[in-house]
């Protein structure tokens, strides 16, 4: 098969001879949600770099690793630090730590991420529930030889975010009292931020948020038949609509000053998730 497969079962094979846990949720941090492990019962860690095969990133300081552990109870994979496509990798090579936790046993996927508010009706520091989502400025992860071992050619994309899993956030976000915008979460390249005139753009072509990240994870993820969910926290309004410049610093303070809510709905999301997954056994 291909030589992208071939660099996955590398990795997973590296993974399995270090690591034994098997989780079933797989969660990756966004911007600011990094110190989110100190709520979990880490069991163990294992840098990307000690990944066989693994992609080596080209940015100076960037690291990055998978922790294991439990979330009241429930056995979770933990991505600390994404990889980017704006970082220079292969579309292939930014969703392989995805399609290898799949692999690990992960039978779903919880994104979140810091995404800048498109919707004129949202505010800095609200966070969004994820309901559909816009990837066509971004190449497909899929493209290339298919993995027929992961899932088929033309995988369907009509319900990415599977709305069962929207329905337990939802209900969890209710019970702790956080508000929840809903919407549709649009990915482009970066790194750059947008101009006013491509926020515009997102707006028309029906996106509530946009960000650099997420969108091809997520369809990576489907096609493995991951169960998938995501959370965007709006760190900002998108460039335009407010007259301040942005700087990736001033949406890492908001996202550290909103990490708290953040953090609560997210272990309270994944103790509904993994409850729900225990009734299906
Ligand atoms: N644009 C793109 N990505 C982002 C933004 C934004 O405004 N805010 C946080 N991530």
Not at 29 to 36: A, E, P
Not at 159 to 165: F, H
């Amino acid at each position: 098969m291909a030589k992208a497969y071939d660099k996955l079962m590398r990795c997973y094979r590296s993974v399995k001879k270090k690591v034994k846990f098997q989780p079933k949720v797989a969660l990756i941090l966004g911007s600011g949600l990094g110190d989110y492990v100190k709520q979990v019962k880490v069991e163990a860690a294992l840098d990307y770099s000690d990944i066989e095969g693994f992609p080596v990133s080209t940015v100076p300081g960037h690291k990055g690793r998978f922790v294991f552990g439990h979330v009241k109870g429930i056995p979770v994979v933990i991505m600390q630090g994404r990889v980017h496509y704006y970082e220079g990798y292969d579309m292939a090579d930014v969703v392989l730590p995805v399609r290898l936790m799949k692999m690990m046993g992960a039978q779903v996927l919880f994104l979140t991420n810091a995404a800048g508010g498109v919707n004129e009706n949202f505010h800095a520091g609200e966070l969004m529930l994820i309901k559909d989502q816009i990837s066509s400025f971004v190449p497909s992860p899929l493209i290339g030889p298919n993995m027929d071992k992961l899932g088929v050619r033309f995988p369907d994309m009509s319900e990415i975010y599977d709305k069962k899993l929207r329905a337990l956030i939802k209900k969890t976000a209710k019970k702790l009292g956080i508000p929840l915008q809903k919407g549709v979460y649009l990915q482009l390249t970066g790194p750059a931020y947008e101009s006013p005139a491509e926020i515009r753009m997102c707006r028309m072509l029906g996106a509530d948020a946009v960000g650099m990240s997420t969108a091809c994870e997520a369809v990576a993820a489907n096609h493995m038949g991951m169960g998938i969910c995501g959370i965007s926290f709006i760190s900002n309004l998108a460039c335009g609509m407010t007259d301040q410049p942005l700087s990736h610093k001033e949406v890492q303070e908001a996202a550290e000053r909103v990490a708290p809510l953040f953090e609560r709905l997210v272990t309270e999301s994944i103790a509904a998730i993994g409850k729900s997954l225990t009734e299906k056994e």
